[in-house]
């Protein structure tokens, strides 16, 4: 709602007195916790629904929902498949969008990203840590959805999956039971995304968290021979290295 009545423009400046805020309340001992977001969130269910009408009615009617933007030829295009396609099938549906469902539409992308994070905040003492993976699948995997063992589930208490149609690439965010150990659930995790075929993380550096992949170690051990710049990096060793470049 923000970026649909004030403008990305005004976000910054939004994000920097919320932060200010947070930074005061945080040093008051009977002040509660994410006192900002749980306000805020009030305040949202004030407002009417951000999405429209048609848009809510398809939330409610399908499990899944993808977004395709075409331009140029690709709008008869897209509208011919469309129509063929859905024709002949006996599940699912597809509708043009309005201008102001575009928007919508665009916009609840922001929304979907963060409701992990929001929803933890309000149910802080109900739910425990978010483990957020974001993973690439093999090429042409026709099996989307993963299948968990018991010894996940038990452990999670809301799934959501958000993802790149064409690319392969899904954002994954688990939000994990109260009491739940989330290195150990992460552990599990990626077992099964390894004996998929997954790779991870797809979109975002392995940093510390993740093992970097054989070429990708011997990529940073060419950029940084003598290990001084970001030691540790890919789980790798943390010691200095002896290039031997210089003898």
């Not at 309340?25 to 999405?51: E, G, R, Y």
Request: glycine content about 6%; proline content about 4%; some cysteine.
């Amino acid at each position: 709602m923000s970026i649909k009545h004030l403008g990305t423009n005004a976000l910054p400046r939004l994000f920097s007195i919320k932060g200010a805020m947070d930074a005061k309340f945080h040093k008051w001992s009977w002040m509660p916790k994410h006192f900002t977001d749980k306000v805020m969130q009030f305040i949202a269910t004030l407002f009417p629904k951000h999405l429209p009408k048609r848009m809510m009615e398809y939330r409610n009617q399908y499990e899944h929902h993808l977004i395709i933007k075409m331009s140029d030829d690709g709008i008869a295009e897209a509208q011919g498949f469309l129509k063929t396609f859905f024709a002949a099938s006996d599940t699912g549906n597809y509708f043009e969008c309005s201008q102001e469902e575009s928007e919508s539409a665009l916009l609840n992308r922001f929304a979907a990203a963060g409701a992990a994070l929001r929803y933890e905040v309000i149910h802080e003492k109900e739910v425990g840590e978010i483990l957020a993976l974001d993973i690439a699948i093999p090429r042409n995997e026709l099996e989307w959805l993963e299948s968990l063992t018991e010894d996940i589930e038990k452990h999670l208490e809301k799934k959501l999956y958000y993802g790149h149609f064409f690319c392969y690439v899904f954002h994954q965010d688990y939000i994990l039971k109260k009491g739940s150990d989330a290195k150990l659930v992460k552990k599990m995790m990626l077992e099964l995304l390894s004996a998929r075929g997954a790779k991870y993380p797809a979109e975002h550096n392995v940093g510390h968290l993740y093992e970097a992949e054989p070429d990708l170690q011997n990529f940073y051990k060419s950029l940084d021979p003598t290990n001084s710049f970001n030691p540790g990096i890919g789980k790798m060793s943390k010691t200095k290295r002896n290039c031997s470049c210089c003898l």
